[in-house]
């Protein structure tokens, strides 16, 4: 069989990625479900995550023009800032990151390891904001004119990578996934994944619909109302698809998500999310992270029983591992080293 191919040739793109990667096996089925992992938390650069594929596009956008300078912004531990931070060093440009602290947990694992500690060590240049949006806006607003009146030319990198450029990145793992499915004989029955920002699955959904596949892309919200989720996908798709001038419409319909395993809002890990890293890590050496994948794998497990799954399920891995550093306390019982290791 030949499977369709999407043209993005016409768009710039930095290759930044380790491609394809893998799509695996696993031993979390029941027979009446298999579950499969699609590996992006194998793309590579900067310890890996579905951030990069979408910065291939955004930041090819940014080369072509000419920009010395990347500036952009998310929580602490954002995935998307450590791993723009690391494509800027790959591309010899400059990185300023705005970070704001989503919760009150300064804990010294969190206050300085994880992704933060990755993004002093790619040489960004970090500042911590108030809040998430309006000093954190103020912020990047005045590190432009810093930027400008010093002769440099900035680029802002959106929340996440998560525009119509960014999910271009994700069209194209459609399309990959697709060709992995056919040569590995996987007839898949849906794929779910983690939606935060919105653009990767909107990528993957408006990829699958141009190829002619129809099947079911459904997120798991790691920290917001379903309906708020779908709304921002809808964004990033119709931005996405504005830029391909495609004859094929994505209905509202085609937009899944759930917010059931939510919990208490974003980067606060749930008892469910916690059991799935524990898990995963045991049973298939594979590790997720507490506030995006461990959720979204929480979600998919608790489905699988329940009987709303079946047949082979594409889970997709999107990395985030550094962030699980930050939550060590949550997994060392007691929290001091020196009792949770003692000496032989």
Not at 92 to 98: D, I
Not at 277 to 287: D, P, V
């Amino acid at each position: 069989m030949t499977l369709a191919r999407l043209d993005l040739f016409a768009f710039p793109r930095a290759r930044l990625a380790h491609l394809p990667t893998p799509l695996e096996p696993t031993r979390l089925g029941d027979g009446a479900v298999r579950i499969w992992m699609k590996r992006d938390d194998c793309t590579g650069l900067g310890m890996g995550g579905n951030k990069v594929r979408k910065l291939e596009f955004t930041l090819g956008d940014a080369l072509e023009n000419g920009a010395s300078l990347l500036i952009t912004s998310g929580a602490r531990h954002s995935n998307h800032v450590r791993q723009t931070a690391a494509a800027a060093a790959r591309l010899g440009l400059r990185c300023q990151a705005v970070l704001h602290d989503p919760i009150d947990r300064l804990t010294d694992f969190y206050a300085a390891s994880g992704n933060l500690l990755l993004d002093k060590l790619f040489g960004a240049e970090v500042h911590l904001a108030a809040d998430a949006e309006a000093a954190t806006e103020a912020k990047i607003a005045d590190l432009l004119r810093q930027a400008h009146a010093a002769g440099e030319r900035p680029y802002v990198v959106p929340l996440g990578a998560s525009n119509g450029f960014g999910s271009l990145g994700y069209a194209l793992c459609a399309e990959e996934i697709l060709g992995q499915c056919a040569l590995q004989a996987i007839r898949p029955t849906a794929i779910l994944l983690a939606t935060g920002s919105g653009g990767t699955h909107a990528g993957l959904l408006g990829g699958l619909r141009l190829l002619g596949s129809d099947l079911p892309v459904i997120g798991i919200s790691v920290s917001e109302p379903a309906s708020v989720k779908r709304a921002r996908v809808r964004a990033v798709l119709d931005e996405m698809l504005a830029l391909l001038a495609p004859a094929v419409p994505v209905p509202d319909s085609d937009i899944l998500v759930l917010d059931d395993y939510v919990g208490d809002g974003y980067a606060l890990p749930t008892a469910a999310a916690n059991a799935a890293i524990r898990r995963l890590a045991e049973s298939e050496g594979l590790l997720l992270d507490p506030v995006y994948t461990a959720k979204a794998m929480a979600g998919l497990l608790d489905m699988a029983a329940a009987g709303r799954l079946s047949g082979d399920v594409l889970f997709l891995h999107s990395g985030g591992t550094p962030a699980l550093f930050a939550y060590a306390d949550d997994f060392l019982s007691p929290t001091r080293l020196e009792e949770a290791f003692p000496l032989c």
